[in-house]
Nanobody
Framework: QVQLVESGGGLVQAGGSLRLSCAAS????????MGWYRQAPGKQRELVAG???????NYDDSVKGRFTISRDNAKNTVYLQMNSLKPEDTAVYYC???????????????WGQGTQVTVSS
């Protein structure tokens, strides 16, 4: 069974930095896209950043120039380096992988459990 485990959230002052990690475990045939989403209280979950298997990245406009997504395919891990954090970045952050488990040729969405990021002003 595939699981995604996140780490790296916490409390930081505005202007500070955090690095999130998300590692997939279990039988995995291949991983397509990896991404980070966030959900603030009372708001819908939104895409923060994504990275394809080829390394192409995309970012929400609100984090461009401040956040960097990267992946380590050997470790089935995605990272989100967050710099110059703002109070409006406060949310629960979720990783998302589109991957083929076991010997499946069909890709499925998998989610991490979420990690709280709180930025104080």
């Amino acid at each position: 069974q595939v699981q995604l485990v996140e780490s790296g959230g916490g409390l930081v002052q505005a202007g500070g930095s955090l690095r999130l990690s998300c590692a997939a475990s279990g039988r995995i045939f291949s991983i397509d896209t990896m991404g980070w989403y966030r959900q603030a209280p009372g708001k819908q979950r939104e895409l923060v950043a994504g990275i394809t298997s080829g390394g192409s990245t995309n970012y929400d406009d609100s984090v461009k120039g401040r956040f960097t997504i990267s992946r380590d395919n050997a470790k089935n891990t995605v990272y989100l380096q967050m710099n110059s954090l703002k109070p409006e970045d406060t949310a629960v952050y979720y990783c998302n992988f589109v991957l083929r488990p076991g010997t499946s040729l069909v890709a499925f969405n998998y989610w991490g459990q979420g990690t709280q990021v709180t930025v104080s002003s």
